[in-house]
């Protein structure tokens, strides 16, 4: 009788454990629930980073459009501002920027290349300068246009660490130099 009780139990705690073994009722919420959450930072992650180098891109693609106004003399002879300027290199960014307050320009004039100052936009607190002025030279002068945008970053997490700023933003930056044409005014 207690041979028989044994087997019993024996038994019942078998089928107990290969009934369990083999009940995956909610296995794939639990996978789910594991890799959910990496692979949904990670494609985060991806999208915010490209749309970074997009900003980026469109920034470079931007500047170097309107510094052509600059370099034959259009806006000298038009006599535009900082302001007027920088509208106009608004006007070829994306919607995504806010352009109107997180738009710096930095446009000076040289005498050579060898004069020419990129000195870090950033001081030491990790906190954009905003000393930058507008100086679009006359002809055959050297100009250096450099814009900063300072891109919000949304995704600190995994090690994926965009922000380069003291702020938490990753700041874009737009540079090109060149000659002004030999114009008159």
């Known amino acids: 009788m207690a041979r028989l009780a044994a087997n019993n139990a024996r038994a019942g705690s078998r089928w107990s454990f290969t009934r ?8 794939t919420a639990v996978e ?3 890799i959910a ?5 990670l494609m985060l992650a ?15 693609n931007a500047v170097d459009m309107t510094s052509r106004l600059i370099r034959t003399g259009q806006a000298q002879q038009n ?8 509208a106009q290199v608004c006007s ?36 954009l300068k905003k000393d930058f002025g507008y100086e679009p030279g006359h002809g055959s002068d050297i100009v250096v ?11 600190n997490m995994l090690g994926h660490n965009l922000d380069n700023m003291g702020n938490g933003t990753h700041l874009l930056t737009a540079t090109t130099a060149f000659r002004n044409e030999p114009f008159p005014w």
């Open 79 to 86: 006599g535009f501002s900082a302001d007027d300027f920088k």
């Open 145 to 155: 246009v450099r814009a900063f945008y300072q891109w919000p970053v949304y995704v």
């Open 92 to 127: 070829r960014l994306l919607s995504l920027m806010n352009c109107e307050t997180g738009l710096y320009l930095d446009v000076k004039t040289y005498k050579t290349f060898d004069a020419i100052d990129l000195s870090d936009p950033v001081d030491g607190d990790g906190n």
């Open 46 to 60: 991806t999208i915010e980073t490209a749309l970074v180098f997009f900003a980026g891109q469109t920034m470079e």
């Open 32 to 34: 789910f629930g594991l």
């Open 37 to 41: 959450l990496p692979f949904i930072a």
């Open 20 to 27: 369990f073994r083999r009940n995956e009722d909610g296995a």
